[in-house]
């Protein structure tokens, strides 16, 4: 916000929700995406959308890495661009349910995307946009003061309150305002202000989704049912095997104690007639 960074913002988002296939490309030695499908990506008709050109691509690219918020890696000819973490800290991961305020995420729904809300938002809104996206990520709704957003953090009161009147005119908040007692003011209450993001950008919504990639993901993980086939065939062939095993060697110990108790007699006969034989000559 303090720099003006509006591209970059905006290609940081979108190169979060890409992730998957770039991260896809990098593992099989895929050609990165090019510059002009960015471009593609990232443009609109909207009256006041941003511009976007190689040129200012590649701009904002430059000021992401000068934030640690990327990284970008040469092969040979081609360059494959990775995300930090938003804090710049460490390489970005996708959410797995880790905790610690470090692994906490919030979901942005497609339309954000679809409906081209990135290209007509301010720099202003879209930063109290994702402020509150965050802020309510467990909750319906949240209660702020510009004075809490500008301690917290560090976005001017005048500049929050130009966002959340620009989100107020689009329809994407909702503000509840709520009168509290206070004694020591001059008409005896303030106004709290609580507020929401609404229609797909909702909390339940946003919940909803969150519990539909967890189970996508869940399912992903899964063994599918032909893997699974091929598990109980291996456990069985596994135990066939081993209990084979087991016959076998069960069968050579009777066959082993068969023949010392054979061999045993044979030496207790033989060895009784020697002893009596010579008893025999010893009365003669």
């Not at 007509?120 to 809104?125: I, T, V």
């Amino acid at each position: 916000m303090a720099e003006r960074k509006h591209r970059a913002l905006v290609l940081y988002l979108l190169l979060l929700g890409a992730w998957p296939e770039i991260e896809n490309r990098i593992a099989n030695d895929r050609a990165p995406l090019e510059a002009k499908v960015w471009v593609r990506a990232l443009a609109s008709s909207r009256t006041k959308a941003l511009t976007w050109s190689p040129s200012t691509l590649s701009r904002a690219w430059t000021e992401l890495e000068d934030m640690k918020l990327v990284t970008r890696e040469r092969r040979g000819r081609l360059v494959h661009v990775r995300p930090r973490r938003e804090d710049g800290q460490e390489d970005y991961t996708p959410p797995r349910g880790r905790s610690g305020h470090e692994h906490a995420y919030f979901v942005l729904p497609d339309a954000f995307w679809n409906d081209e809300v990135f290209a007509d938002l301010g720099l202003a809104a879209l930063a109290m946009f994702l402020l509150i996206a965050k802020e309510t990520n467990g909750t319906k709704e949240t209660h702020l003061t510009y004075a809490q957003i500008e301690s917290w953090y560090g976005i001017r009161q005048r500049t929050a309150q130009k966002g959340i009147a620009e989100l107020l005119t689009r329809g994407l908040v909702y503000v509840r305002r709520e009168r509290v007692p206070a004694p020591l003011s001059g008409v005896g209450y303030t106004i709290a202000q609580h507020y929401s993001l609404t229609g797909e950008y909702g909390y339940q919504t946003r919940a909803a989704l969150r519990k539909r990639a967890q189970s996508e993901r869940a399912k992903r993980l899964r063994p599918a049912p032909a893997a699974k086939k091929r598990l109980r065939r291996a456990a069985a062939s596994t135990n066939e095997t081993t209990t084979t095993s087991k016959s076998t060697k069960t069968t050579r110990n009777v066959k082993a104690t068969r023949a010392a108790k054979s061999t045993a007699k044979t030496t207790t006969r033989r060895a009784t007639t020697a002893r009596a034989g010579h008893g025999g000559r010893e009365q003669a």
